[in-house]
C-alpha cells in the first residue's frame, strides 16, 4: 500500500493524464490503495484545480478533462525528452509559429530536466540531423532559453555582440521581449550604456549570460515590440518600400502575415486592400513570403520585388509543366 500521498497524488495524476477513462477498481490496484483512498486523491486533484470527471455504474471511472485553466502536467522521462528535442529543434533555426511563448516553455522545461535527462537531450539532438531547416541563420538554442528566462524574470542580461559591419562590442541590457520573424529572432532591450532602446539580431549575440540583477520594465515607445520591430527595420540602410495590391479583405490577409511586416489598408469597396510597408527582407524572400499566403495579390512596387514574384512564379510554372502527374 503506498502511505506517501503527494508521491500517490503524482502517480494518479499521471495515469489520469493519459486519454482513457481508469475504472476505480483498477486505479485502487495500480496504487496498491482501497477506492476509498482513490475517491479521496481524487477530491484532492480537483481541489487542486484538476478537472476529473467521474462516471456512474458498474463501468464508471475516472478522467481528466479540458478546463477553464491549464494546471501543472506532469511528465514521465520519455515525454519530457520528447517535448524538449522538438522545442529546440525549431527553436534553433527561427521556424515561423514557434514564437517567444515557446522559448519560454522550452527555458522552463530545462530549467528543471534532471541532468541525466538534459543529457539524453543533447545527446539526442547533436546525433539528428535534420531533412529541413529553416531559411534563416541557425540559433544556439541555448541563447534563446537564457534570453527568455531573463525577459520573463526581469533581470539584466550581459552578451557579446556582432554587428552587421563586423565590429564587436560587449552590451548590458534590460531585456524587454523577444520577437521571432519566422527567418530570425530578434531581441528587444534597454541597452544601459547607451542609455537607449536597441533592437538586436539573435544570430548575432554570444555569450549569453543573465546576471541576476534585477529590474523594474520601462516602458517601449511604440507599445508594442513587433510595432516597435517594424520601426526599427525602417531605419536600416537596406530596408525598402512595398505596396502591394491582395484581392481580399484587410482582415483575411492580417491573418496570413507576421505582424511586424504592417497592416494591411482597405481599398475602395473594402473586397481588397493594400499593404505599404518597410521591409529588409532580400526580395527573393518577399516573394515567397507574399506567395505562401495563398491569396491572390498584385506587386506594385518596388520593381526588383516585382521581377523577383515574376521569377518565382515562373520557376514553379516549369516545376510542373502541363501534363505531367
Known amino acids: 500500500m503506498t502511505t506517501d500521498t503527494p508521491a500517490r497524488l503524482l502517480t494518479l495524476l499521471s495515469l489520469l493524464q493519459t ?13 496498491g490503495v482501497s477506492r476509498r483512498t482513490v475517491r479521496r486523491d481524487i477530491d484532492r486533484l480537483r481541489e487542486l484545480g484538476y478537472p476529473v470527471q467521474a462516471t456512474m455504474g458498474a ?10 485553466a491549464m494546471p501543472p502536467l506532469v511528465l514521465d522521462d520519455e515525454e519530457a525528452v520528447a517535448i524538449a528535442v522538438g522545442l529546440r529543434a525549431g527553436a534553433g533555426h527561427a521556424v515561423e ?5 515557446s522559448v519560454r516553455a522550452l527555458a522552463k522545461l530545462e530549467q528543471v530536466l534532471p541532468s541525466r535527462l538534459r543529457h539524453r537531450v543533447t545527446t539526442l539532438q547533436a546525433a539528428t540531423t535534420p531533412m529541413t531547416t529553416g531559411d534563416g541563420p541557425s540559433i544556439a538554442t541555448g541563447t534563446l532559453t537564457v ?10 542580461l550581459r552578451f557579446a555582440y556582432r554587428a552587421g559591419d563586423g565590429t564587436e562590442s560587449r552590451r548590458v541590457t534590460e531585456p524587454y521581449r523577444l520577437v521571432s520573424t519566422g527567418r530570425r529572432w530578434y531581441l528587444i532591450a534597454y541597452d544601459l550604456d547607451r542609455e537607449d532602446w ?15 540583477a534585477r529590474f523594474t520594465p520601462r516602458e517601449l515607445p511604440t ?14 540602410n537596406d530596408s525598402y518600400e512595398v505596396d502591394v ?38 526580395p527573393e524572400w518577399m516573394a515567397v ?29 516549369r516545376a510542373a509543366p502541363p501534363g505531367t502527374a
Open 19 to 31: 486519454p482513457r477513462e481508469w475504472p476505480g477498481g483498477e486505479l485502487a490496484d495500480r496504487l
Open 147 to 156: 534570453m527568455a528566462s531573463t525577459v520573463a524574470g526581469h533581470e539584466r
Open 198 to 212: 536597441r533592437t538586436f539580431r539573435v544570430d548575432r549575440v554570444s555569450e549569453p549570460f543573465a546576471t541576476g
Open 289 to 317: 513570403r507574399l506567395a505562401m499566403t495563398g491569396l491572390e495579390f498584385r506587386v506594385r512596387q518596388p520593381a526588383e520585388l516585382v521581377d523577383r514574384v515574376r521569377e518565382l512564379g515562373a520557376r514553379l510554372g
Open 223 to 236: 507599445g508594442d515590440a513587433a510595432e516597435y520591430l517594424r520601426r526599427s527595420m525602417q531605419r536600416r
Open 97 to 101: 509559429g514557434l514564437d517567444e511563448a
Open 59 to 68: 463501468d464508471g471511472g475516472y478522467r481528466l478533462v479540458a478546463g477553464k
Open 245 to 282: 495590391l491582395f484581392l481580399d479583405a484587410p482582415e483575411v490577409v492580417a491573418a496570413r502575415l507576421p505582424q511586424w511586416i504592417g497592416t494591411p489598408e482597405a481599398a475602395e469597396g473594402g473586397a481588397s486592400c493594400v499593404l505599404r510597408a518597410t521591409v529588409s527582407d532580400a
